[in-house]
């Protein structure tokens, strides 16, 4: 069974910072690209930081500078580091196992104050 467990979100105030994990399991993680999404209120669902099985990372512009994705192939977890928050940066973020097969976590709640 696969599951990808996001934890870290929270209530931050603007300028502050958070670190997003993504436990995987049940899939082989050192072979599916990573990535976190978001979803904003009445929004779509957009990408904001991919990382490629060679580690390459690649980010939306709006988050470029501030945060950073960084994945850890042994213990199986994907991170998003997250500095100088916005409010515009309010969502849910979901982790995504992009492979043979689509999986997603259940996301975490990040709310950042102004």
């Known amino acids: 069974q696969v599951q990808l467990v996001e934890s870290g979100g929270g209530l931050v105030q603007a300028g502050g910072s958070l670190r997003l994990s993504c436990a995987a399991s049940?899939?082989?993680?050192?072979?599916?690209?990573m990535a976190w999404y978001r979803q904003a209120p009445g929004k779509q669902r957009e990408l904001v930081a991919r990382i490629t099985v060679g580690s390459n990372p690649a980010y939306v512009d709006s988050v470029k500078g501030r945060y950073t994705i960084s994945r850890d192939n042994a213990k199986n977890t994907l991170y998003l580091q997250m500095n100088s928050l916005k409010p515009e940066d309010t969502a849910v973020y979901y982790c995504?196992?992009?492979?043979?097969?689509?999986?997603w976590g259940q996301g975490t709640q990040v709310t950042v104050s102004s």
């Open positions: 049940g899939i082989i993680f050192r072979a599916y690209t």
């Open positions: 995504n196992a992009d492979g043979p097969f689509d999986y």
